[in-house]
T-cell receptor
Framework: QKEVEQNSGPLSVPEGAIASLNCTYSDRVSQSFFWYRQYSGKSPELIMSIYSNGDKEDGRFTAQLNKASQYVSLLIRDSQPSDSATYLCAVSGQRGSNYQLIWGAGTKLIIKP | DAGVIQSPRHEVTEMGQEVTLRCKPISGHDYLFWYRQTMMRGLELLIYFNNNVPIDDSGMPEDRFSAKMPNASFSTLKIQPSEPRDSAVYFC??????????????FGDGTRLSIL
């Protein structure tokens, strides 16, 4: 079982609609959750961080965290073609006595004009 | 503010040659991470440092890979000898403290490495 799972996609969403990206994780003690956006040929760029259960909104982006169900999601409202990218979910996890970010494989999002 | 700076941006070399990748973290960040990204394996953590000290190098694939951080503003990842399967994009990232409640990592632009 992968530690951080994402649907690889591609997820195709019409322009102006809401894009919903999901991520599940296996480590119950994880406390830090991040969404990164990666354009083709570019580096991952932080979009949102969330640490507490519930919703966190930043412009068109909303991150949702449910620790009991061990999932975190990212909603993108009013999707634009410029949102087309791969979205990576990263979750804090323990390796021995150290904590690292565990990365999902990413979901490719395509916004169709 | 300057972000994470990596060099070179692209490197093409022949199998067997030594490759050195360089990274300057964001000033004030005390954690530095080296990642490798390929289509097949995604983003893999190779090694990370805290206050210039290597903490976990379990992701380093082989003895051919080595990393150093001689001071707070510079790190290198070296491959010697290089092999075609080392071809990938190598990212450096830095962050403030990590732990149970991690801080986000900030990535450099990466080095696209091609071993012929």
């Amino acid at each position: 079982q992968k530690e951080v799972e994402q649907n690889s996609g591609p997820l195709s969403v019409p322009e102006g609609a809401i894009a919903s990206l999901n991520c599940t994780y296996s480590d119950r003690v994880s406390q830090s959750f991040f969404w990164y956006r990666q354009y083709s040929g570019k580096s991952p760029e932080l979009i949102m961080s969330i640490y507490s259960n519930g919703d966190k909104e930043d412009g068109r982006f909303t991150a949702q965290l449910n620790k009991a169900s061990q999932y975190v999601s990212l909603l993108i409202r009013d999707s634009q073609p410029s949102d087309s990218a791969t979205y990576l979910c990263a979750v804090s996890g323990q390796r021995g006595s150290n904590y690292q970010l565990i990365w999902g494989a990413g979901t490719k999002l395509i916004i169709k004009p | 503010d300057a972000g994470v700076i990596q060099s070179p941006r692209h490197e093409v070399t022949e199998m067997g040659q030594e490759v050195t990748l360089r990274c300057k973290p964001i000033s004030g960040h005390d954690y530095l991470f080296w990642y490798r990204q390929t289509m097949m394996r995604g983003l893999e953590l190779l090694i990370y440092f805290n206050n210039n000290v290597p903490i976990d190098d379990s992701g380093m694939p082989e003895d051919r890979f080595s990393a150093k951080m001689p001071n707070a503003s510079f790190s290198t990842l070296k491959i010697q000898p290089s092999e075609p399967r080392d071809s990938a994009v190598y990212f450096c990232a830095s962050s403030l403290r990590t732990g149970v409640r991690n801080q986000p990592q900030h990535f450099g632009d990466g080095t696209r490495l091609s071993i012929l």
